[in-house]
């Protein structure tokens, strides 16, 4: 069968397994007298990559193009109108934090903590965890009033507080999902189930980025656990994969193996990219797979890599003084390492920055998921370095044109979480999708507001309710965005971040 | 034994950190699995083993340098592709190998046996090592190889 006869020195089985390895497009290539790469070949010739979405845009005024050269998939467009955010830091503070303890001043729920919760409460409602009938809880920790905004805030986060006046809060956030995963999977992907792109991908998909030499969504973990949704909340879904989000490590280098083999010289990469890139592209002429000119994109992306990416992550190139102000610590894997990693690569151009903090699940099941010890040291973590990040970004100019976001999947109950019937040491909060509080500041977003209202009890939105579509939409109109209008077609529909449903953009809170 | 501390190659190619179980792996192409799959000694030894086997069945028994070099090639190729390269693959794998070939050569490869064939200076099968090497790499980052 060829020039190498290797069934002479191989085991059967092992033949058999290299039979398998041989694919479909194999079979069509060679069985059918290469009708197969035929027909691929003329879906390539009139699809290339990234314009196969594009071009079928050019005959409809219902989608924006975003025809680009297909090597060099994330170069950076023009919005599709005049943008207030240029790039978006999204701090997502994965278990959902409870803004009863932070944001959400209740007197009422003080004056009846302890109370049976009204069965009014509870009728028709699902809950994680609590049964029966649960007690009203008030608020853990004291709350006061500053600032010329009047914003009430808990006094756990004291350094934040100093930014209350440039902060624009939603306190009347809403999901339909009451579990971690798929509600944090529909706050980044619009959609509860796995397979859609996130809001990242959408926005380097439609944007692309302004620094070739990084990736243009970056995400980055404070240590701990994942969040439960998985590596799918940053994925690129029905997009190509060249607009998934790129996870680089927390601690040890953030990105491994950005160095040659010592016996190769960057002449011999260059090289060894020529040739590869050269296969691939004969590859994708006979086959016609757009992901294999995403492979070439990205392998040009790491040959990049290698120059820029080490000084981009790298915290010892700032000084002492500016560490210590985010509370950022060489060689540790923490939400205050990676805000100010965030604004090195906000500095540097990167259009989506993603920072996942962990732990905020307080359910008071035990002392780590509680409001009295795991909330408390989750506070500490993320109050200083996010208001260093707001500081430095102000002082260097970049809030005008970055978009920070801060919240979690969704809201925390009004009543004190009882699992099985028990009142344990520890003080906790169930999932409440009902209601829940994020904030934002920056580009284009009034400073010093709050929109929306829950009820005395901080249960349920009573005005002016926002849905996480209606978030997103904001947060692409901010980028110049018609969230209509960004959309690609998969399965017969115009897929959009908004889903189809009806969404908003909320026009109450945009400068 | 952290059992959630997965291995780092995997995780770039977003397998599961093991704490959660996984419905579906997703699709996933980064730039940092290239660099994985280039740099990462598991690989960079993994193309030198390649070519070491390369040199193994196919060095000592031909002695025509040319038709031997073809036959190296193509072997190579078909123990990664698990198919016949074409003639196009074949022409740009010759093109790689001899600019390394040419290339000025940097620190010695160390690990692999390389046993010299008769007739042949050490030099010239050290760069004839390299280049296979170097094919090897370009073999197994190809999207036919990493794509099943």
């Known amino acids: 069968m060829s020039k190498f006869d290797l069934s002479s020195d191989l085991h059967p089985e092992r033949r058999l397994s290299a039979l398998q390895a041989q694919t479909r497009r194999h079979f069509l290539q060679s069985a059918a007298g290469g009708i197969g790469s035929l027909f691929f070949g003329t879906m390539a010739a009139s699809h290339p990559l990234i314009a196969s979405a594009s071009e079928i845009a050019k005959s409809s005024s219902e989608r924006i193009d975003v025809t680009r050269d297909a090597r060099n998939p994330l170069g950076a467009l023009p919005p599709q109108f005049a943008a207030r955010a240029k790039r978006v830091i999204y701090l997502h503070m994965a278990g959902a934090p409870s803004q009863l303890e932070l944001f959400e001043y209740k007197p009422d729920l003080i004056r009846l903590d302890g109370q049976d919760c009204p069965a009014s409460l509870l009728a028709g409602k699902r809950f994680a965890f609590i049964t029966g009938v649960p007690k009203l809880m008030g608020p853990q920790y004291p709350f006061h009033q500053t600032g010329a905004s009047g914003h009430w805030i808990s006094d756990r986060l004291p350094h934040l507080e100093k930014h209350l006046d440039e902060l624009c809060f939603i306190k009347s956030m809403r999901t339909d999902q009451f579990n971690h995963a798929p509600a944090q999977l529909l706050v980044q992907t619009g959609n509860p189930r796995l397979g859609y792109p996130s809001l990242g991908s959408w926005v380097v998909y439609g944007l692309g980025t302004e620094n070739q030499n990084l990736p243009g969504f970056i995400v980055l973990i404070s240590g701990g656990n994942m969040p439960d949704g998985g590596k799918q909340l940053w994925g690129s879904g029905f997009l190509p994969s060249v607009y998934q989000g790129v996870q680089c490590r927390s601690h040890g280098e953030p990105v491994l193996y950005l160095n040659s083999p010592s016996d190769v010289s960057v002449q011999q990469r260059r090289n060894v990219l020529d040739a590869i890139d050269e296969l691939n592209q004969q590859n994708y002429a006979s086959f016609g797979n757009p992901e294999t000119v995403t492979r070439v994109a990205q392998y040009e992306m790491s040959f990049r890599m290698q120059m820029d990416a080490t000084d981009a992550m790298d915290i010892h190139n700032e000084s002492e003084t500016v560490r210590t102000k985010y509370g950022a610590k060489i060689g540790e894997a923490s939400f205050a390492n990676n805000c100010l990693v965030a604004r090195r690569l906000a500095e540097r151009g990167v259009r989506f920055i993603q920072l996942y903090h962990w732990g905020w699940d307080s359910h008071g099941s035990n002392a780590a998921d509680s409001l009295n010890v795991g909330f408390v040291k989750r506070c500490l973590e993320v109050d200083q370095p996010i208001a260093a990040l707001l500081t430095e970004l102000k002082e260097r100019g970049m809030l005008e044109d970055t978009l920070l976001v801060w919240g979690g999947e969704f809201g925390r109950t009004s009543m004190r979480e009882n699992r099985s019937g028990q009142v344990t040491q520890f003080t906790g909060r169930d999932h409440n999708p009902g209601a829940f509080t994020i904030w934002m500041a920056g580009a284009g977003v009034k400073p010093g507001i709050t929109h929306g209202q829950t009820d005395e009890l901080g249960y349920e939105v009573v005005q002016s309710p926002v849905e996480i579509r209606d978030l997103h939409a904001t947060i692409l109109y901010l980028l110049g965005f018609d969230h209509h209008k960004l959309n690609y077609p998969f399965q017969g529909l115009d897929q959009k971040l908004t889903s189809v449903k009806s969404s908003r953009v909320v026009a109450e809170i945009l400068a | ?148």
Do not use: C, H, W
């Open chain 2, 1 to 148: 034994v952290k059992r959630t501390s997965g291995y780092p190659s995997f995780l770039i190619f977003d397998g599961s950190d093991r704490a959660t179980s996984l419905a579906r792996r997703i699709p996933t192409n980064t730039p940092l699995q290239a660099l994985v799959t280039l740099n990462d000694p598991v690989y960079d030894e993994a193309a030198q083993a390649l070519a070491a086997r390369v040199t193994k069945d196919i060095g000592g028994k031909v002695s025509d340098t040319e038709n031997a070099l073809d036959l190296k090639l193509a072997y190579e190729a078909r123990l990664v592709l698990s198919r016949d390269a074409t003639p196009q693959e074949l022409s740009v794998l010759r093109g790689l190998y001899e600019m390394t070939t040419k290339a000025p050569t940097g620190p010695v490869l160390t690990r692999a046996s390389m046993k010299s064939s008769a007739g042949v200076s050490v030099g010239s099968a050290q760069r004839d090592f390299k280049a296979l090497k170097a094919v090897a790499s370009v073999l197994l980052n190809m999207d036919a190889a990493l794509t099943r």
